[in-house]
């Protein structure tokens, strides 16, 4: 498969459109569930993938090293996730209405998933990153450097403090639901 892939790149980056075809149908799902997890919705997400792929093909040609192009092609994702956020500043959140009309354990997960994806949000953008990469796509240290191009242990720093700052505010939460 990694051989497949890495000659798939080659071809992409030659001009070949079936080859780049092939290879966003390959990192599909992975790119759009980071576009999900930065902006929180389906179009969005959506809109970011569209956009992603577009800059991806526009500029594959770019790419020096073919065994870099997942990591390539989620910093694309990253950045066009940063440009929808920045347009759609005063978007409002998921509506209890909506989740009342989901079934109860369903709600409970949801829930707690939403708060969590908003703790999160609430972070600075380079532990957001830092910890989406690392604890929602399983990348490793120096993956995680190579997308962010920072390195590997600015990487292990965002972590710890993004950690810390998400338990500080869920301790702030239990707090206030106990005092």
Same mark, same amino acid.
């Given at each position: 498969?990694?051989?497949?892939? &890495? ?5 992409? @980056? ?16 992975? @790119?759009?569930?980071?576009? =999900?997890?930065?902006? &929180? ?34 910093? $694309?994702? @990253?950045r066009c *996730?940063?440009?929808?956020l920045k ?10 209405? $909506? ?20 703790? $999160? ?10 910890? @989406?990469?690392? =604890?929602?796509?399983? =990348? ?9 191009? $920072?390195?590997? *242990? ?15 505010? =869920? ?9």
């Open positions: 498969m990694e051989m497949e892939s &890495h000659r798939l790149v080659k071809k992409a @980056i030659k001009g070949n459109r079936n080859a780049f075809e092939k290879l966003v149908q390959q990192h599909y799902e992975k @790119i759009y569930r980071t576009a =999900y997890l930065y902006v &929180h919705n389906e179009e969005d997400a959506l809109d970011v993938v569209q956009e992603a792929t577009y800059q991806a093909f526009t500029s594959i040609h770019s790419l020096k090293n073919p065994e870099y192009f997942s990591t390539w092609l989620t910093r $694309i994702v @990253i *996730s940063g440009r929808v347009r759609k500043k005063n978007v409002v959140p998921l509506s209890d209405e $909506i989740l009342s009309n989901l079934p109860d354990q369903a709600n409970v997960n949801i829930e707690e998933s939403l708060q969590l994806l908003d703790a $999160i949000k609430q972070l600075k953008e380079n532990y957001c990153t830092a910890i @989406i990469l690392f =604890y929602y796509h399983d =990348y490793s240290i120096k993956t995680i450097s190579s997308i962010m191009e $920072i390195p590997e *242990s600015t990487v292990k720093t965002y972590l710890s403090r993004g950690k810390a700052e998400l338990k500080k505010s =869920y301790n702030n939460e239990e707090d206030k639901c106990h005092g």
